[in-house]
C-alpha cells in the first residue's frame, strides 16, 4: 500500500479525502486512496480495509518500504519510521526535503494508537482557525504520530494512504 503526500501543504479547514482522490486520479494511480488523518466518522486505524491490514507493506511511491504493514504503525510507538526513506507526494517530490512544504511536520488528528482526538483534530479538519487545534507530527522525529499540537492556521503535509490493494490485472 502506497503512502502519499498531496502535492501542497494545507491548513486544517481541507477536503483531503477529495484531494487525496483526485491527486491520485491525476497521477495515474488506479487505486483508492485516503487521507491519513483521523475524522468524525473514522479513526486513522481503521481508514485500510481489514483484509490489507496486516500482510501488505506500507510503501513510498517509488516502492522503497516505511512499515511492514498497516497495523505496525498503530503499535503505540508513534508510527516509527525510517527518515531515510523518502516520502514522496503525487508529483514525485521529496517532502522532507523539497521547500514547497516549508515546515515538515503531518496532520493525523489521533492518538499514537490510531484513535481519533475530538479535541485535536481542527473541528473534524474544517477549520483553519487560529484558536482551534489539531494533532500532527514533525517528521524530523522519524514518527508519523507523534503527540504533538499546533494551531490550524498552520500549513502542514498531508499524507494519503492506497487504501486496499487492487492488484494489475496485467
Not at 477536503?15 to 488506479?30: N, S
Not at 488523518?37 to 501488505?56: E, M
Request: hydrophobic content about 40%; overall charge neutral; some cysteine.
Amino acid at each position: 500500500l502506497h503512502l502519499v503526500a498531496l502535492n501542497f501543504p494545507l491548513f486544517g479547514d481541507m477536503r483531503a479525502d477529495f484531494q487525496c482522490f483526485r491527486q491520485a486520479q491525476l497521477a495515474g494511480l488506479t487505486s483508492t486512496y485516503r487521507a491519513f488523518l483521523s475524522s468524525h466518522l473514522q479513526d486513522l486505524a481503521a481508514v485500510v480495509r481489514k483484509t490489507d491490514r496486516h500482510h501488505l507493506p506500507i510503501v513510498n511511491l517509488q516502492g522503497e518500504t516505511l512499515f511492514s504493514n498497516w497495523e505496525s504503525i498503530f503499535d503505540g510507538n508513534g508510527g516509527q519510521f525510517n527518515i531515510h526513506v523518502p516520502i514522496y507526494s503525487f508529483d514525485g517530490r521529496n517532502v522532507m526535503t523539497d521547500s514547497s512544504w516549508p515546515q515538515k511536520v503531518i496532520w493525523h488528528g489521533s492518538t499514537a494508537n490510531g484513535i481519533r482526538l475530538v479535541s485535536n483534530y481542527c473541528e473534524a479538519w474544517h477549520t483553519a482557525d487560529m484558536g482551534a487545534m489539531g494533532q500532527a507530527s514533525p517528521l524530523n522525529t522519524g514518527k508519523l504520530l507523534d503527540q504533538k499540537v499546533y494551531s490550524c492556521n498552520n500549513r502542514f503535509i498531508v499524507l494519503c494512504i492506497e487504501n486496499s490493494f487492487v492488484s494489475d490485472p496485467k
